[in-house]
């Protein structure tokens, strides 16, 4: 995870939204990833970008990516009590292994 | 669709015996699949690939002959931790890649190890 990395904690309040940023070293990663992992479980796809995109929206979800500056943010539109869990951030590294961040742990408070 | 399964969820065992750990992918055909670890709070560390048919590939710093891995089948992956020792318990978590949408990993809920 080391070439990928992210803030360790987001605490937002339950109707805001969420921001998660990201940052990646390789520039020839051809898809970046939003996983959410909750306690003692796997890790569920949220979202992913194809590399020549700027910007993908699905539902609550909007994906912003910098490719210049290779940066990656997700963002939770009114943010909800069961959002609380760790989003990590990964970069294809051909082959399509991926590479991950440490995981932002993001706390939804009342 | 894309589920993938893992067996056991949990496992304690002694130290010195091995232990194996299934990774299914129940609705597609699996053409990859990937192990990894995850210590607490940390992130996901890939241990090595698997083809269906072929041997793994594994990282670097993964020894092979202490991780056994075998993909028998296009749904099928086994990780055997062999001789394990207390450091080898953490969380492993398998994922699975398929013919369509390649491009896509989707992973397994993670088999919790401990070694005593």
């Known amino acids: 995870g080391e070439d990928v990395e992210q803030s360790l904690f987001l605490s937002v309040r339950e109707g805001d939204s969420s921001v998660i940023n990201c940052t990646y070293t390789d520039s020839s990663s051809t898809y970046l990833y939003w996983y959410k992992q909750e306690p003692g479980a796997g890790l569920q796809l949220l979202t992913y970008i194809f590399s020549n995109m700027d910007m993908k929206q699905d539902q609550r979800l909007t994906v912003l990516l910098n490719k210049k500056d290779k940066h990656l943010s997700l963002r939770i539109a009114d943010t909800q009590t069961g959002d609380s869990a760790i989003y990590f951030c990964?970069?294809?590294?051909?082959?399509?292994?991926?590479?991950f961040g440490a995981g932002t742990t993001v706390t939804v408070r009342a | 669709g894309a589920v993938v399964s893992q067996h056991p969820s949990w496992v304690i065992c002694k130290s010195g015996t091995s232990v194996k750990i299934e990774c299914r992918s129940l609705d597609f055909q699996a053409t990859t699949m990937f192990w990894y670890r995850q210590f607490p709070k940390q992130s996901l560390m890939l241990m090595a690939t698997?083809?269906?048919?072929?041997?793994?590939?594994?990282e670097q710093g993964v020894e092979k002959d202490k991780f056994l891995i075998n993909h028998a089948s296009l749904t099928l992956s086994t990780l055997t931790v062999t001789s394990a020792h207390p450091e080898d318990s953490s969380f492993y978590i398998c994922s699975a890649r398929g013919r369509e949408r390649s491009n896509e990993q989707f992973f397994g809920p993670g088999t919790r190890l401990t070694v005593l």
């Open positions: 990964a970069e294809s590294i051909g082959d399509y292994k991926l590479s």
């Open positions: 698997s083809n269906e048919g072929s041997k793994a590939t594994y």
